[in-house]
């Protein structure tokens, strides 16, 4: 299945990823053949099997609700870029 | 035989007798890395201040064994409490994490020395270690060849002697594959044995902690002290560590060993296939039982891995907005700008690729399509797998198609990469332990097997390696490096 | 309403759980500290880290469930719900998409006499997102701030089925869930304080019409009377717009408090593709028979079976019952006073009236009260007594409510002792009657106000203390021997 540039931008929008019209082009070609290749996948039918999501016979893992300090503050504010009162500083929301 | 040149138990031996220390073994290491690093380039960063100061002071308490007083390399994967941690991505050039990996910590409780942060391909995405953000590694067999990826520089370090041991990961062959182009064992444990807390996540369901040594009986040592129950990993189970070390017997009588035919299609090059077929007569000759079976949805795997993985990681790479830590685009006028263009700067294109394949994948109207059969297949793969082990011990089969090809070549299209991890990502996907150990050379490169166990049977793979590597001597082979 | 058109409300609630610690990993939960100082690398979203749930959380939906009558699913996981903004630090959030904890249930609401039952659709378990500051309004600032202080703490979220009608029925619901999840003790449902959130979505339809009509998502609702208003406003908002031929968009709309009016938050974005799949770090939930049973066995009287003991118990009126029964503590306060005194309309009145005027005034909680319930029994007994008379108690009560102490002590220092004796109130009545013989005159040539002037002189002079009853009667007596 091709995928268009419309698409391309779609998916870069969805992922927050800016690209520019050389990329477009580029990416679009690369995940149209990687998607044909996927679709292989269709041979094979899947009708009553269940998706295997969890891949340990592992359920309810639980840890008790008890404090523990976090990290100070000025460490992990360390590797922001910017910090303003203690707090992320970021631009504009709209 | 230099210090740097022996393994872990070899010099733990003389650290008891007392005929060396914990600061010449890493000033030999040290020696070691400025003489070929700059030919290797393993290394992204290097903590040889630290680890001197660290060897003092274990020498000073003067204990050892184990790994008390060994240096060993860690792939930059793996955050390292104040050191820097890049991921091989431009948008973490500079973080510096206030926390140690569990598996990392562990090694670095038991006095391992920390030698530095080892290359990789950026965000474990990659079989070659050529789309690290920084700088290809080279295998040390031969400088224009590729040591495999993603822990490339793990593998090329540990082959090259720069470091005894070394860390990895492992989701669809990370750990395998580069073994098996560097000549050394690569060991990728079940899911869920070793704890993935601190390890930056490619793909969430497939990633394994695993370990790079120049032999066998290295990789089980290293294996007991990084496998077991993390709390703050959910995904980590809580069963119980068998002494790996007490598998290294050498018997392999009346062991029960399969070899899938579709791992030894005309797709694998056939001196490859030639080396393990070697092998697997070897194995006969030491009492194993050798047959022939099916695992029918091989082909599926790395289609499904591609589309299971890619979703995981499109999730698991969001959190680098800028917002917190890693490289922000200062100039953005707004928020949703400041995400675009600092991803768009911080990430390499095979780590967009993926990203933008997962969401697609994920999407609203292709969700079932491809990324819910992906799942269903991921069933069927595994199913596989257990029918074969209901009847068997151990699979046999190559690690990879090829041995280790030249810096460049596959680069320019994303599915010829791909294709490298054919034989390994079945493994991933069904969450099984696997090991790759040398076994043969062809045109002068190492060729590696690959040694699959059931779930949680790690000891297994290890009596399984050991009895080759007692019988064979492909795992005492070091390439020739000229020394600067 | 309109004769024409009928409006359909559902609520979605979020409310924060009371636990100690944040739901996937060990931060302190706790309200009001400085920004970003419970925080830690998981809830931060760093790089490496993994999520671990906090059993309580779990122990805490399955109450309310409970409570709420739903089926607690046997099996149930945890998803991604992935979208980008700047206080959503791992860029997605942790919820349960199509495999909840708690599905299907209801609760009774009773609006002016009219009973309802209203659906509840499903509960979740997820977490919450930081704090984002901004300069002024979200269009305009420059820049923002963010806290992660919030983010990974407990949230429920609690969907009802469209089965509203009014603005009066939604804030009925809210208010009984509430109290609800005050009673079953998983969350502490202060609006102000952001751990009881409430998003309307409201659309009509005309009167007979099965289908639903198109609806707007209200958000920004920030008290009960906030969220009456603005269902009020949207209705009749959308039933203009339909009267006008317009069509009604599905849209996200904020409560302007301030305005009065709700407007459209649509930018030029499309709408989320959030890309849900299943957790890979969490390994999914089994919740057996056993789990729910011992839950069930720890849960308290729920606000219903409270409210409905005190009707049948006490014969208190079904409005006195639900006000009572808001919360557990209030429910405490009314029990261990009528301990003391056995008059549960008096205890009531005294809770419902100047008890609740003054916490309000206060913005204080009722066990925060200096005033206690073995006080108020003992205020009532001294007016059943005689010693104070009501309007006395009044000042009584507001100097309890002020510095805690007893009525006796206040009494005694304000000197509020009501003069019930007819030695001290006869003289003092013949003085009034002699000193105004032209209103005596009026009083007998049948002037009704003449009475009422010789009570206000009576307690004039003895400075209201004089036990009105009394007053009246020896009055009444003396008047009648002129």
Known sequence: ?94 | MELHQLTIHELQELLSRKETSALEITQSIFTRIHAVDDQVRAFITLTEEEALANAREIDKQGEYGRIAGIPLGVKDIFCTRGVKTTCASRILENFVPTYDSTAAGRLFAEKGILAGKLNMDEFAMGSSTEQSAFFPTCNPWNLSRVPGGSSGGSAAAVAADEVPFALGTDTGGSIRQPASFCGVVGLKPTYGRVSRWGVIAYASSLDQVGTFAKDVRDCALVMNIISGKDPLDSTCVDLPVPDYSASLDGNVKGMKIAYPREYFQPGIDSHVQDAIKKALLKYEEMGAVVDEVSLPHSEYALPAYYLVATAEASANLARYDGVRYGLRDFEAANVIDMFSRSRAEGFGAEVKRRIMLGSYALSSGYYDAYYLKALKVRRLIADDFSKVFANFDLIVSPTAPTVAFNIGEQIGDPLTLYMNDILTVPINMAGLPAMSIPCGFHEGMPVGMQLIGPAFGESTLFKAAFAFEQNTDFHTFRPALEVK | MSKDYEVVIGLEVHAELKTESKIFCSCSTAFGAEPNTQVCPVCSGFPGMLPVLNEKAVECAIKTGLALRCEVAEYCKFDRKNYFYPDLPKAYQISQYDLPICIGGYLDIDVEGEKTRVGITRAHLEEDAGKLVHQGDITTTPFSLVDLNRSGVPLLEIVSEPDMRSALQARAYMEKLRSILLFADVSDCKMEEGSLRCDANVSVRPWGQQELGTRAEIKNLNSFRALERAIEYEAKRQMEALEDGELIVQETRTWDEGKGVTRSMRSKEEAHDYRYFPEPDLPPLHIDQDWIDTVRKSMPEMPDQAGQRLMDQYGLSLYDADLITQSPQILKFFDETLALYADAKAVSNWMMGDLTRLLNQNGMEIQDAKVKPALLAEMLQLMADGTISGKMAKTVFEEMFVSGQDPQTIIKEKGLVQISDTDSLLPLIDEIINSNPKVLQDYKNGKEKAFGFFIGQIMKATKGQANPEMVNNLLKERLNRE
């Open chain 1, 1 to 94: 299945m091709a995928l268009t540039i419309k698409e391309v931008e779609y998916v870069a929008k969805l992922a927050r990823l800016q690209l520019n019209e050389d990329e477009k082009q580029i990416f679009a070609e690369q995940l149209s053949s990687i998607l044909k290749y996927v679709e292989k996948l269709n041979e094979l039918p899947t009708d009553g099997v269940e998706p295997l999501a969890h891949i340990l016979p592992v359920y309810n893992v639980f840890r008790a609700d008890e404090i523990r300090p976090g990290t100070p503050r000025e460490e992990i504010l360390a590797n922001a870029p910017l910090v303003e009162d203690g707090q992320y500083k970021v631009p504009k929301i709209m």
